[in-house]
């Protein structure tokens, strides 16, 4: 089962504006990630941000987290055409061996320019 | 720069063939996750490595297998592949450091069964 689910599925915007996606999860978590992929590529880490903080920034990124709500947000400001993504948000299950990290459904992100 | 290698970028394969699925990292990483991703799915978590020789179950675990004789290397195994294993399969690695931390994708590998 999805730990995490992103919501919008799909959002589309104008260059210049400010993009927000949102996720959702079940269970206690360590850490949440948000990771972005390129149309047909693989994944790349964008943030983490663990369970004790409840903001942090990255450049034009900022992320938030309510583990109270079990939810979180990331907010791209100023949004560029090459921002054009799906963006996928990451929590940690424990196992036997370790933490797995399991992904939501994501969101797809469309900057026109 | 870390880099996570899957051995083919698309695949076609027919029902019935045992394919195997290689992923090479060269970080000295403990843990290799594989997952597919398919429409609407986002990613499903296939097998789990955390050791050589050690795996654990993701979410979707029929009709695969997993082998992890060296640490750089885990490999995937469609023992019988049918039209259903159509999809896009994802190979990731990270630092085992007692929680979650940052994964490292390969670029992934497109296979198609008919």
């Given at each position: 089962s999805q730990q995490g689910e992103e919501d919008p599925q799909a959002l589309s915007i104008q260059e210049g504006e400010n993009a927000t996606m949102n996720c959702s999860y079940k269970t206690s978590i360590n850490n949440l990630q948000w990771y972005r992929q390129n149309s047909g590529r693989g994944l790349v880490h964008l943030i983490l941000i663990r369970s004790n903080e409840r903001e942090k920034h990255s450049g034009r990124l900022r992320v938030t987290l309510d583990t109270s709500k079990k939810s979180s947000s990331l907010l791209i400001t100023a949004?560029?055409?090459?921002?054009?993504a799906s963006y996928f948000c990451a929590t940690d299950r424990r196992n036997t061996g370790g933490f797995k990290t399991i992904f939501g459904a994501g969101t797809r992100l469309f900057v026109k320019a | 720069d870390v880099k996570v290698t899957q051995s083919s970028r698309y695949l076609v394969k027919r029902t019935g063939e045992k394919v195997f699925l290689e992923c090479v990292q060269d970080?000295?990483?403990?843990n290799m996750f594989w997952y597919r991703q398919d429409p609407g799915l986002g990613l499903r978590l296939i097998y789990f490595s955390y050791d050589v020789k050690m795996k654990e179950k993701g979410d979707i675990p029929e009709g695969y297998s997993v082998s992890r004789e060296k640490k750089e290397r885990f490999s995937l195994i469609l023992e019988s592949a049918s039209t259903n294993q159509t999809s896009m399969y994802l190979c990731a690695s990270s630092f085992q450091t007692g929680v979650s931390t940052e994964a490292f994708f390969g670029q992934g590998t497109r296979l198609t069964v008919v």
């Open positions: 949004s560029r055409a090459a921002d054009t | 970080m000295d990483h403990e």
